[in-house]
């Protein structure tokens, strides 16, 4: 038998004729019927866009329902069923089957879907979190445990010193002297180095002077810190905000940052380059500027899309939920 779910508002002008239209309808045709009421769940509340609403097999009815509409896609339906049957199609009758029960696996994805922004965020929290506990470890003498972090996000990072920043120490950076930071001690004059040594500006962790770096360069810093705070903006609004366009987060996000960090590649080269090729070093400002942007646009861009993904989840397993019950309740499953 197949099922057509109603969904609807008590309110709505329109409930009381579809739903005679519906009784009218099972005259003909011989299907279940799951009725749904949106306004006792907040969350598909706001899920949903015009109601009511009517599924049945494939096909969707919605807003202006008419009876003959819900013959055709009742009818539809049933013939869509039958065909499906007769073939043997083993994968629709799996489905069939599937549909009548609520496995383990569903529930946790119901959970998932409505709390995945608190692991998200949770998640991004410790990434970007623990990048400034490895210099407080070192800091009080813990060397061991801070060493283990800065050899975690090693492969993650570049970590050199002239792109990090250090807590405790008598500057918050030592940029080099092509990035032209006023008022600041350079790289190479703090560490008397004419010619950077990068494995050694990798390597350093820093000491009681210099304070202690954390485990993630500037930029990674302002990426995934501008991360965390949409992610906790977006959860606070209810993951109500809506998809910025591909091209805002490339001309804004992909852009400048793709510009600031190829721009410094021959500024790294030892060598003696012409006078007309850009050699050039970012500075702590435009690396978190830049790293900023594209963080907050990298979820702006994606985290609307997983919502809707998971509103799409949500909503299949409310359907499936609210059919099993009242299937039972009716001895049907």
Not at 120 to 137: D, Q, S, T
Not at 188 to 201: C, G, N, S, T, W
Request: glycine share 6%; net charge neutral.
């Amino acid at each position: 038998m197949i099922n057509l779910t109603y969904y609807f508002d008590p309110k709505d002008d329109s409930h009381e004729r579809i739903e005679t239209e519906i009784q009218q309808a099972q005259e003909k045709y011989e299907f279940h019927v799951t009725r749904i009421d949106v306004t006792k769940d907040l969350e598909l509340y706001k899920d949903f866009g015009p109601i009511p609403l009517i599924k049945v097999g494939p096909y969707t009815l919605q807003e202006e329902i008419t009876f003959q509409q819900i013959l055709v896609a009742v009818g539809a339906a049933s013939d869509r069923d039958k065909n499906l049957r007769m073939i043997g199609d083993p994968h629709y009758e799996k489905k069939v089957d599937k549909g009548k029960k609520l496995t383990n696996s569903d529930k946790i994805t119901m959970v998932v879907s409505k709390h995945y922004m608190f692991l998200f965020n949770f998640v991004v929290f410790l990434y970007v979190g623990l990048p400034f506990l490895a210099p407080i470890l070192m800091n009080y003498g813990l060397q061991t445990p801070a060493r283990v972090i800065y050899t975690i996000y090693r492969p993650l990072c570049h970590q050199l010193t002239f792109r990090s920043f250090f807590i405790f120490g008598e500057q918050y950076f030592y940029p080099r002297e092509l990035a032209n930071v006023p008022d600041v001690i350079s790289y190479e004059e703090y560490f008397h180095q004419d010619v950077i040594d990068l494995q050694f500006a990798r390597d350093f962790l820093g000491n009681e002077h210099t304070g202690y770096k954390l485990a993630l360069c500037e930029r990674d810093m302002a990426l995934y810190g501008s991360f965390l705070l949409f992610g906790i903006l977006f959860q606070l609004s209810a993951r109500r905000i809506k998809k910025i366009p591909w091209y805002i987060w490339i001309l804004f996000g992909i852009f400048p940052m793709g510009i600031d960090g190829s721009s410094q590649l021959f500024g790294m080269l030892p060598l003696d380059l012409p006078a007309w090729m850009l050699i050039r070093e970012s500075t702590p400002f435009l690396r978190v500027l830049t790293g900023g942007l594209f963080g907050i646009t990298t979820a702006w861009y994606l985290y609307p899309m997983v919502e809707d993904t998971m509103k799409d989840a949500r909503k299949m397993l409310t359907q499936k939920k609210s059919y099993i019950e009242q299937s039972k309740q009716e001895n049907i499953v």
